[in-house]
T-cell receptor, first 117, second 114 residues
């Protein structure tokens, strides 16, 4: 079974520039999560999708961050404009359908390391 | 407000020793407590998880101990090996919510010396 795929793996941009990250979840997983992991901290949920609908985006800085999951499969997270404090690893995770799953396990991708200079 | 507090921040153990990482939570609605293991350059991977209806769960060398009254849970790694060197995160979620949102601790960097 293929895991969660993310690209790019690394990105360096200057502040005020824009950047986009892509995630392809495990096939058949209805739920997709984007996390921000700042160095030395645990992952923090930014947004959660159930199929192509948003379940939770309470911690997403909506003035600069946006995310979409068209067709309920892969997803894109965008930052525009980026700030220095956005430097972090952005993790995508997926899990089986909440309606039918018997586990809360979230499967994480390798992440995209963003450096804003 | 940090809802899950994890300690220690870092831990050095000799090969064959026992590694112990502790977490405390505040939200009494939490009812699912997983531990994740993360190697450099990789995403976190589920190691073991527990629900509050049991006080202990063991899988191989890894054991979770859970104290509901104290709102604490801990990870014990028996016979620690150099390959266990990684960052460990505790987390908690409320299955009564609509999204099973995980709240993570800040992580513990474990180093197992050969």
């Amino acid at each position: 079974e293929a895991g969660v795929a993310q690209s790019p793996r690394y990105k360096i941009i200057e502040k005020r520039q824009s950047v986009a990250f892509w995630c392809n979840p495990i096939s058949g997983h209805a739920t997709l999560y984007w996390y921000q992991q700042i160095l030395g901290q645990g992952p923090k949920l930014l947004i959660q999708f159930q199929n192509n609908g948003v379940v939770d985006d309470s911690q997403l800085p909506k003035d600069r961050f946006s995310a979409e999951r068209l067709k309920g499969v892969d997803s894109t997270l965008k930052i525009q404009p980026a700030k220095l404090e956005d430097s972090a690893v952005y993790l995508c995770a997926s899990s089986p359908d909440l309606l039918y799953g018997t586990t809360y396990e979230q499967y994480f991708g390798p992440g995209t390391r963003l450096t804003v200079t | 407000q940090q809802q899950v507090k994890q300690s220690p921040q870092s831990l050095i153990v000799q090969k064959g020793g026992i590694s112990i990482i502790n977490c405390a939570y505040e939200n009494t609605a939490f009812d699912y407590f997983p531990w994740y293991q993360q190697f450099p350059g990789k995403g976190p991977a589920l190691l073991i998880a527990i629900r509050p209806d049991v006080s202990e769960k063991k899988e191989g060398r890894f054991t979770i101990s859970f104290n509901k009254s104290a709102k604490q849970f801990s990870l014990h790694i028996m016979d620690s090996q150099p390959g266990d060197s990684a960052t460990y995160f505790c987390a908690a979620s409320n299955s009564g919510g609509s999204n099973y949102k995980l709240t993570f601790g800040k992580g513990t960097l474990l180093t197992v010396n050969p």
